[in-house]
């Protein structure tokens, strides 16, 4: 079955404790991205990535890190997680820039 | 600065009644037009775009879209709504077909369908 998937689907964690996101998709797609939504506030990009090694911010890339070693996998790292930083984070792909397949969701406290 | 208004925060509609959901933009160049659900606790699911051709389009679950260029709108419309149809919908637009267009968001619309 196609999909992103993501993990953990919840955490809660505190403030400046490291933490990590894994997205995996198993349809050999070379553009990824990352979203935190937030109510009110819709979708918000926080880094993309084209193919595989190339990484570029979004609109909100503050406080994050991506990688893309290799193309099923962008994992989103939060180096010090901070409140402000509390959301649902997508992760999602697509072949070219088509439609997004997007994963179920992460969503982060942090308290 | 390019933007894309989903101007009614929540949309309540009847069952078995249609419902139309409201989007407008503004970019520059031809832009590339989608329409995403969001269901309670899930991720977006994608359920139509319009890229070139007839300015009505067809998607998943019986929804379609109008693209209109001169009103720069792309509404979502569906004849007879269901109650399952109560979710979440984004609009959002990519200005063109270059690597470097990201797609821009609408805030959503909250769509409630009561029996």
């Known amino acids: 079955e196609a999909q992103v998937t993501q993990n953990p689907r919840y955490l809660i964690t505190v403030t400046g404790k490291k933490l990590t996101v894994t997205c995996s998709q198993n349809?050999?797609?070379?553009?990824m991205s990352w979203y935190r939504q937030d109510p009110g506030l819709g979708l918000r990009q926080i880094y993309y990535s084209m193919n595989v090694e190339v990484t570029d911010k979004g609109d909100v890339p503050e406080g994050y890190k991506v990688s893309r070693k290799e193309k099923r996998n962008f994992p989103l790292i939060l180096e010090s997680p901070s409140p402000n930083q509390t959301s649902l984070y997508f992760c999602?792909?697509?072949?070219?820039?088509?439609?997004?397949?997007f994963g179920e969701g992460s969503r982060l406290t942090v308290l | 600065a390019q933007s894309v208004a989903q101007p009614e925060d929540q949309v309540n509609v009847a069952e078995g009644n249609p419902l139309t959901v409201k989007c407008t933009y503004s970019v520059s160049g031809n832009p590339y037009l989608f329409w995403y659900v969001q269901y309670p606790n899930r991720g977006l699911q994608f359920l139509l775009k319009y890229i070139t051709g007839d300015n009505l389009v067809k998607g998943s679950y019986g929804f379609e879209a109008e693209f209109n260029k001169s009103q720069t709108s792309f509404h979502l419309k569906k004849p007879s709504a269901l109650v399952s149809d109560s979710a979440l919908y984004f609009c959002a637009v990519r200005p063109g077909w270059d690597s470097n267009y990201q797609l821009i968001w609408g805030a959503g619309t909250k769509l409630i369908i009561k029996p």
């Open positions: 349809m050999n797609h070379e553009y």
């Open positions: 999602a792909s697509s072949l070219s820039l088509g439609e997004l397949f």
